[in-house]
């Protein structure tokens, strides 16, 4: 990528707070990523549980895919997104997560709008991003499909005004819905808001997500390298959750394994509460 491309993909995610990169995907890379999620979503979903019925969930989500197979690792390596990560969020940053995320055909997917950073007690608009997600559309995202609907700007704003957790949000002003072929990359910063949308088609929607946080997100000390595992059972447990062992909020800090489990989009809540004390 050419330093004035770089400077205007920069300009975009600045202003609009996304911008798409259009067949950055190589082909037999995006077949080879579709086929081994789709094999890993086979061996790996979890059993329905008592009661639960395949019709109450819209989508799989497939996490911890570094590990199901070396392919993977290449995703968050991608040379033309990684200098623009670094441009949003300086240098050193790190990678939060990498999941899959496949919607199923003919279902109500859609997503309230939320920022990423939802949980991050900063004041709105935040000085500087502290995330960016690199979201690749490895089959094709449209309004047919349930692609990712996202409001241009929004990362600027302190809130927007639709009622929180209201699935009622296509009425916005300003929102769009990208067309973004399979082979395409959203990149935005986690300010922004964004969601999914209902998958009116046949076939499967699948995205990849992958997330980074600035570098300065993390604690002066990597405890989980200094101090040896097998030295912990002497470590009173409160120091222990000091360390980093237990999540904040139950979503940083997470254990991902290989595996696949079933959502709901439409009635996935964003922390409403938590974004409601940023903005106080
Ligand atoms: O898959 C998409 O279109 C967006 C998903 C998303 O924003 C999320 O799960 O937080």
Redesign the pocket.
């Known amino acids: 990528m050419t330093q004035s491309t770089l400077e205007s993909r920069l300009h975009e995610l600045d202003v609009d707070g996304f911008t798409i990169l259009h067949d950055a995907i190589d082909e037999d890379f995006r077949l080879k990523i579709v086929n081994r999620i789709r094999e890993i979503e086979e061996q790996t979903l979890l059993p329905l549980q008592d009661g639960e019925l395949e019709s109450d969930s819209s989508f799989y989500r497939t996490g911890g895919i570094l590990e199901a197979d070396p392919i993977f690792r290449e995703i968050p390596l991608h040379p033309d997104v990684l200098p623009i990560v670094e441009g949003v969020l300086g240098p050193d940053f790190l990678l939060s997560q990498v999941s899959g995320?496949d919607?199923k055909p003919n279902t109500k997917n859609i997503?309230p709008l939320?920022p990423?950073d939802a949980l991050i007690g900063v004041v709105r608009p935040h000085p500087i991003p502290v995330g960016c997600t690199a979201?690749w559309c490895i089959t094709d995202?449209n309004h047919e499909t349930?692609?990712?609907r996202v409001l241009p700007g929004s990362h600027k704003l302190a809130d927007i005004d639709v009622a929180w957790g209201s699935d009622e949000t296509d009425e916005i002003p300003g929102l769009i819905q990208p067309e973004v072929k399979g082979g395409g990359i959203i990149i935005f910063d986690h300010a922004m808001f964004?969601?999914?949308g209902d998958n009116h088609s046949n076939q499967w929607r699948l995205?990849v997500?992958c997330s980074y946080h600035a570098g300065w997100l993390r604690p002066s000390n990597n405890h989980f390298l200094s101090i040896p595992h097998e030295h912990l059972a002497e470590y009173p447990e409160r120091l222990v959750d000091l360390l980093g062992y237990k999540t904040y909020n139950g979503a940083f800090g997470t254990i991902t394994v290989p595996g696949t489990y079933r959502g709901a989009?439409s009635t996935s809540r964003p922390p409403r509460d938590a974004l409601a004390e940023a903005l106080r």
């Open positions: 995320i919607l997503q939320h990423d979201l995202f349930g692609g990712t964004h969601g999914c995205g997500q989009t």
